[in-house]
């Protein structure tokens, strides 16, 4: 099977997704627009393929296809297609996956992979949908919101408050000590209109979390939990469970964040025309589903099925990153793996970060190679949970 090369890859900073977020003067588009130029230099724009875009509320400014108005926003050929895709918070991983099948069928040779979402202007379920509204869906398959699934997770592995709270502490910490250091290389400031930088660094991470702050953090899902009768819903489906422990709150759970990230992704033909440098190698990838109710457990599934594929075993990969929707998604992901923590998400991930729904697995992947570069590894496996019960995973190789 013909390589998919990572050539280079870029994002935002993160941005607090409200309204007094630092991104939310600047719309997706113009966010998603200097991604992009920013990882396709000019002489390679012309051979572009395709782009696929991950967006998860593709209404309103996010809208109508924004791949392709992104890419003539940013003065790309008109020969260029681009392409919007939603599977919940995978879509900016997924983007990369089915650029790379693409590329390793032979079909393409330069594809652009990307991810987007601007959470304080498009704010999220701003698109509706059957699978939380339409009874035949929702009700039919017991579909709770999803800090609910996180409790539930949590009282079916008994992982306690404090420990919710001790995983979100190290991530802030990881996250601010990684700002220090400057190991997010692939970060790139955004600037208004005007030329000034609205943002150059994640603005979410705090420097003042404590155990002492986030225990004084209430639940957040307890009283919708009760009152909306998703606690009951949850029960019904897993009546071992004596009770729903809600423990997740705003501290342990991923921040709404606004960002895009993109992957320059390349044929060994195109490498060879064009004279790339490769950074890293897609070897494989995977996307699997499990119970919509529970909803957030497919990761370590997903990625068994991924290392299977790779003829790879979990003592091969040198770095992980799940994406840390909630403390009980990575701490799951951690138990079922039997991974040693100290290699997971090792400069903090979205309870820190914040989580950009649609590019958040575009950024991940950076993440990952970013680190193994720094730390000079080889094998890095990200991994993402979504809203009804699916996950996507991928393994890359340093070069």
Known sequence: MPNCYI?????SPRGLGKENGTLYSQTAISVLQQVLEATTPMPLREHIDDMITGCVMPVGEQGANIARSALLRANFPDSTCGMQINRFCSSGLDAINLCSAKIMSGQENLCIASGV????????????GAIMLDPSVAMAHNIIPQGISADLIASIEGFTRQELDEYALKSHQKAISAQKSKRLKSIIPIHHASGLIALEQDEIPRKDTSLKKLGLLKPSFAIVGKMAG?????????????????LHHAGNSSALAD??????????KSVQQHHLEPRGRIIAYDQTGTDPTIMLTAPSLSVRRLLKKARKKVSDIDLWEINEAFS????????????????????????????????????????????????????????????SGMAASVLIERL
């Open 7 to 11: 050539i280079d890859t870029k994002r």
């Open 328 to 387: 009980s998604v990575a701490l799951k992901f951690i138990k079922d793996l039997e991974l040693d923590a100290s290699c997971v998400n090792v400069n903090g991930g979205a309870i820190a970060y914040g989580h950009p729904l649609g590019a958040t697995g575009t950024m991940l992947v950076g993440t990952l190679l970013d680190e193994l570069e720094h730390q000079k590894l080889k094998y890095g496996v990200c991994s993402l949970c979504t809203a």
């Open 117 to 128: 979402e601007s959470m304080s202007r498009v704010p999220m379920l701003s698109d509706g």
């Open 259 to 268: 960002g895009a990230a993109a992957i320059l992704l390349a044929s060994a």
């Open 230 to 246: 998703y606690d009951e819903m949850a029960l019904l489906q897993y009546p071992t469970v004596e009770s729903i422990q809600h």
